[in-house]
């Protein structure tokens, strides 16, 4: 598919805003954990004013670069997350 959806950015809302709501409570390293968390909280920002502009290419854009910073932090230990269908861990 090459079309960037509503319904599909809606999920990826869903998804990345709920691995973020994972990562705060579980943040293993607080001085990276706070500058990853600002990252992530930056981006979701980013992508609801793409997406209230009706945007949904930046949107989505912004929400993979979201979640990118949330695997990221995942895997390297950052965040103590052992959810591998918010995470690309475990």
């Not at 990345?16 to 968390?37: Q, R």
């Not at 980013?46 to 895997?75: I, M, P, Q, S, T």
Request: net charge negative.
């Amino acid at each position: 598919m090459d079309v960037i959806t509503r319904d599909k950015v809606e999920k990826y809302f869903s998804i990345s805003e709920e691995a973020y709501d994972v990562a705060k409570v579980n943040v293993a390293d607080k001085e990276k954990g706070e500058d990853f968390l600002d990252m992530i909280s930056r981006y979701i920002s980013d992508a609801k004013h793409f997406y209230e502009k009706g945007d949904l290419v930046n949107a989505f854009a912004a929400l993979n670069y979201a979640h990118g910073w949330l695997d990221a932090g995942a895997r390297s230990g950052i965040f103590d997350v052992h959810d591998s269908r918010l995470f690309t861990v475990d």
